[in-house]
């Protein structure tokens, strides 16, 4: 398996643009996160999703970001308009959920997307 | 919010000296993780500890869960050059999906 696959791997844009990230789960995972790394704030939950349909967008900063899962195997995060406090590296995560023990839940990450708003 | 704070922030050590990372917490999880992360890269997960007062081992790194399963500890033995990356520990709390994850440890080992 050729693991998560995002794209891009790195984006520069200027502020006000529209940004599109996108991310290929594991073939049979059923669980996608979305994850946002910064140096001030580590790693945090942005939205997750399972079987495709959004469960908790708690995370998701504000109504400029939105997150899609058409189908199993592909899910984009979009942030319009982009602003430079948006720079960060995006990761892209997901598992396979075996009824409600959540107690093993293993993530497989990509290798991230790392935005530049300028 | 559950907040895991990871101590040190940062730790520059020789080779074959041993170290102690800490991840700690007010929140009591189900499971807790940790993961290495390197440059240009996602996190790995190395293990998951489930039960309070658990230790798993994993070649030359140790890995502990509070009784209380509020914390949990990761601790290297003759560290190597290539151990070095940023630690991560991550709890998981009842039946829900979502990991919360720790403030990192970012761990030098110099020959």
């Known amino acids: 398996d050729a693991g998560v696959i995002q794209s891009p791997r790195h984006e520069v844009t200027e502020m006000g643009q529209e940004v599109t990230l996108r991310c290929k789960p594991i073939?049979?995972?059923?669980?996608l996160f979305w994850y946002r790394q910064t140096m001030m704030r580590g790693l945090e939950l942005l939205i997750y999703?399972?079987?495709?349909?959004?469960?908790?967008d708690s995370g998701m900063p504000e109504d400029r970001f939105s997150a899609k899962m058409p189908n199993a195997s592909f899910s984009t995060l979009k942030i319009q308009p982009s602003e430079p406090r948006d720079s960060a590296v995006y990761f892209c995560?997901?598992?396979?959920?075996?009824?409600?023990?959540?107690?093993?839940?293993?993530?497989?990450f990509g290798a991230g997307s790392r935005l530049t708003v300028l | 919010t559950q907040l895991l704070e990871q101590s040190p922030q940062f730790l520059s050590i020789q080779e074959g000296e041993n170290l102690t990372v800490y991840c700690n917490s007010s929140?009591?999880?189900?499971?807790l993780q940790w993961y290495r992360q390197e440059p240009g890269e996602g996190p790995v997960l190395l293990v998951t500890?489930?039960?309070?007062?658990e230790v798993k081992k994993l070649k030359r790194l140790t890995f502990q869960f509070g009784d209380a399963r509020k914390d949990s500890s990761l601790h290297i033995t003759a560290a190597q050059p290539g151990d070095t990356g940023l630690y991560l520990c991550?709890?998981?709390?009842?039946?829900?999906?979502?990991?919360?994850f720790g403030t990192g440890t970012r761990l030098q080992v110099t020959l």
């Open positions: 999703f399972n079987n495709n349909v959004p469960i908790d």
């Open positions: 073939s049979g995972h059923n669980s």
């Open positions: 995560a997901s598992s396979f959920r075996t009824g409600g023990n959540m107690r093993a839940n293993v993530l497989t």
């Open positions: 929140s009591v999880f189900s499971s």
């Open positions: 500890v489930v039960t309070g007062g």
């Open positions: 991550a709890g998981l709390t009842g039946t829900a999906s979502k990991l919360t």
